[in-house]
């Protein structure tokens, strides 16, 4: 019988880590009774208006094939890229820039008047109109514009090799 169990816990154990390494994140905004916007990732409450459920994708980069050290730094300092839809330069060498140190991340492209009021929010600006294109998150702290050598650095501190292998 104790065999049994431990076949059990085993197979529970296995069967939850083949859940996909890569999920989509929720981040709900509402306007509460005095007009003013929120943004949480939990429910709103039930008096909330203008509830709007966005889904931002994750990278679509196998974390089980990463190196070791990267997906250390993964965990602890997941990395966010914010971008323009069309016609940004520095966007592209931004991602282009993350994508040959090797660094998983997830990009939020600003195609909305609602998505640069999440941008504001989530890189601690008052208001949209300061979100500046590329911005990097490296574990909740925010970098405004790409500037390759800010950028590494913060990447560097978090534990990110210099180089993708």
């Not at 520095?90 to 909305?112: D, N």
């Not at 405004?144 to 501190?157: I, K, N, P, R, V």
Request: aromatic residues 8%; proline residues 8%; hydrophobic residues 40%.
């Amino acid at each position: 019988m104790n065999t049994k169990i431990n076949f059990i816990a085993i197979f529970a154990i296995a069967l939850a880590s083949a859940a996909p390494a890569t999920q989509a994140q929720s981040v709900i905004r509402w306007v509460d009774a005095a007009g003013k916007v929120h943004y949480s990732d939990q429910p709103p409450p039930p008096d909330a208006k203008k509830v709007e459920q966005r889904m931002m994708k994750s990278s679509s980069i196998d974390m089980d094939k990463l190196p070791y050290a990267t997906r250390q730094a993964a965990e602890r300092f997941p990395v966010t890229l914010y971008t323009q839809a069309e016609g940004c330069p520095a966007c592209g060498e931004a991602r282009k820039y993350l994508q040959t140190r090797g660094v998983p991340f997830t990009e939020v492209k600003i195609t909305s008047e609602a998505d640069a009021d999440s941008a504001a929010k989530m890189l601690g600006k008052a208001t949209p109109q300061e979100v500046m294109v590329p911005s990097l998150v490296v574990g909740g702290k925010p970098y405004d514009g790409y500037l390759e050598s800010g950028w590494a650095a913060a990447l560097t501190a978090a534990g990110y090799p210099a180089k993708s292998k």
